[in-house]
Every structure is written in C-alpha cells, then in structure tokens.
C-alpha cells in the first residue's frame, strides 16, 4: 500500500529519542560555546534547542489530533498535527537557520580571540553519538513503513510527518555537527576564527533547505492530500466487482489524520435495481470497505449516472 504511516506508540519511541537526545546535546553544546568562545558551537546548541522544541511540539499535535470527533470537527482533529509540522518548519527556518547566519555573521565581523578547542571537540563527538543514534532509530521506522518505495517517494506518500520530520531534523544534525568540528578545526589549524563563522552559515544554509523541504510537504498535508493510489485502486475494484454497479464514476479521498482517509465515491448503479435494494447494498459495500481497509473513516457512496459525472475521467 506503500508508505504506511507508523503506529502511535512506534511513532512516540522516535520522537521521545529525539527529544531526550537533543535536549542533553544542547546543554553540552551551550557549555562548550561558553567556554571556547566558538560561533559555530554556539548556533549548533541553537539548533539543538529548536529542534527539541520541535519534538515537543510533534508530541503536542499528536495529543491533540487523537481527540474524538465532535459537532464542529465531524471528521476528527487528526490534521492538527499537519498544523503542528508546519510550525516546526517555521521554527527551523526562523530560529534554527536565521540565528545561525547572523550569529555567523557577527563572528565573522568580530572574530573572538581562538581558545583550545578539545572542549569542542568532546561534545561534538558526543553530540554525534546521541544524533545517530536518534537518527537510526528514525531511519528503521521510516525504512519500515516505507515498503518498496524510494526514499523520496516515500516520504511524498507518507501522511505521518512525525517519523520523516526527525529523520530530516536528525540528517540535518549530522551534517551541522561535521560542518562545525570542520569549522573549528580549520580556524584553528589555519589561525582564522572567521572560518568557525563562516561553518556557522553553512549550517544555517543546510537548516534552511531543510526547513523549505519540510514546509513544502507540511502544505500539502494541511491542503488535503489524497490517499496512496494502491488503496484508491482497491476500493475501485471491489465496487467494479460488485453486479449491480455498471460504472464507478470517481474514488476521491482526503487523509483527515495520518492513518484515517474519508472517501467519495460516485458510481452508476443498475437502472433496475429498487431504490430499498439499493440502499442495503450501499450498507453492505461501506460493511465490507471498512473490513478490508480499516483507515476508511468515513465512507460516502453516491448513485449518480455515468453521463451526469462530467469529472468522471478527469478525476477518476
């Protein structure tokens, strides 16, 4: 069926890791930065801090999109949580990236005096052993959900953004860690603290691209994204099977949470079927849809004559 969003408790071990990873990396980093005066240790903690605030917020939307349906939400809370990955891209690109290129900026226009750099290199080497870990934890959730799709059409199709946004956040970690311990070994080898500025930069730079990938696909999930094509084409062929439905003019779906989708269905039914029979089977085709695909939340059959349904190529 393609990228399968993860279940909730897998879902919570990733960004739980995240967090508590992330949350000890900054306070490390922040000591470093006081101590030797490094511009791109200081921005690493930045990020370190943003990115904690992230896994909180993703832990929060998932709270909160787990609320039952209700007269103004009919169809759940589920994409609070598309709201919630969509601020964290926000957060990343504004406080992640913009507080690393201008505090790059400062330490290139007032290079600080360069300090023994061992500090530096202890939490860095710590940091990136707390980051991989929590980026290989997210790497065996999203490899598992993610079947035999590409890594890119994986996260396309993925309706979770939890599981990709920590994948992403963790890559990003890693490779600011390797721009920063470049940074400050370059300043010192070459005796310019500048560079250590300029590698804070480049970390902004790499948090920004990060920040526009994650926003670009938080916007789809918040516009309404359809469901994998794999389940549009089951639930086509189970109506087309049935003997009283001449056409199946359209399946359209909406993921309202990460794994519940409402469908639409038009379909043309036999011009002898009574309109008491008719209904009983709708009953039965909504029965047997929700047993066979349980993430069909809400199901909506309409009778509608194939020439009526002028969308019907279009959207089918």
């Keep these: 069926m393609g990228a399968s969003p993860a279940s909730g408790w897998r879902a919570d071990i990733v960004l739980y890791a995240a967090l508590l990873a992330n949350l000890g990396i900054a306070v490390a980093k922040f000591i470093a930065a006081a101590i030797t005066g490094s511009s791109s240790m200081l921005t690493e903690g930045v990020h370190s801090m943003v990115d904690t605030g992230n896994q909180g917020l993703l832990l929060y939307g998932q709270y909160r999109a787990k609320r039952p349906a209700d007269a103004e939400h009919p169809f759940g809370y589920g994409r609070e949580l598309y709201f919630w990955a969509f601020v964290v891209a926000i957060l990343i690109f504004g406080l992640g990236s913009g507080v690393s ?15 023994d750099p061992l500090v530096n290199y202890v939490v860095l080497g710590v940091a990136f052993l707390l980051e991989g870990t929590s980026w290989t934890i997210a790497m065996r959730e999203f490899a598992a959900a993610k079947d035999d799709a590409s890594w890119w059409q994986a996260v396309r199709n993925s309706k979770d953004p939890a599981t990709f946004i920590v ?27 500048r560079i250590d500025g300029w590698a804070s930069i480049v970390i902004g730079v790499i948090l920004a691209g990060v920040a526009a990938l994650l926003a670009r696909e938080a916007k789809g999930l918040l516009i309404g994204e359809r469901a994998n094509p794999a389940l549009i084409r089951e639930v086509r062929a189970m109506l087309e099977a049935e003997p009283c439905i001449t056409a199946v003019n359209h399946v359209r779906t909406i993921h309202t949470a990460p794994d519940r989708v409402f469908v639409a269905i038009s379909a043309d039914f036999a011009d002898t079927l009574p309109m008491g029979e008719a209904e009983s089977l709708i009953e039965r085709i909504e029965a047997r849809l929700k047993a066979k695909l349980p993430q069909l939340s809400s199901i909506y059959i309409r ?3 194939r020439e009526d349904a002028l969308d019907a190529v279009a959207m089918g």
């Design 167 to 193: 994948l992403f956040e963790d890559s990003a970690a890693l490779a600011g860690l390797i721009v920063a311990a470049t940074g400050v070994w370059a300043s010192h080898a070459w005796g310019d603290p």
């Design 101 to 115: 290129v201008y505090e790059g900026w400062l330490h290139i226009a007032d290079p600080e005096p360069l300090h």
């Design 303 to 305: 009778p509608e004559k």
